[in-house]
């Protein structure tokens, strides 16, 4: 599954254009990797997504086309979700 639509299935971010263009725009990693919007998926997969000074690393558990809110958050694991302090 592409990461833009990974990450609006999820609903961590929650229009796919929004998911696309922060993918365009290098603030989404796949595996310490920039992601593309296009980039596949698989369980497993650690996603980086830096927007503006919060940064969040999540685990992929499983990919699903058809995902109900009451779901989308067991589709991935947060492993990191902080603010980053400006010196």
Do not use: W
């Not at 299935?9 to 989404?28: D, L, M, P, Q, Y």
């Not at 796949?30 to 830096?50: C, F, L, S, W, Y």
């Not at 809110?69 to 492993?79: E, H, N, P, Q, R």
């Amino acid at each position: 599954m592409r990461v833009d639509k990974f990450l609006k299935n999820s609903r961590v971010i929650k229009r796919r254009t929004v998911a696309n263009e922060a993918c365009s725009n290098g603030r989404v990693k796949i595996n310490d990797k920039i992601a593309k919007p296009g980039t596949e998926v698989q369980v497993g997969d650690i996603i980086t997504i830096r927007y503006g000074s919060h940064s969040t690393r999540l685990e992929v558990l499983s990919i699903a086309d058809n995902v109900s809110k009451a779901d989308s958050t067991g589709i991935y694991k947060v492993l990191q979700d902080e603010q980053t302090k400006d010196v």
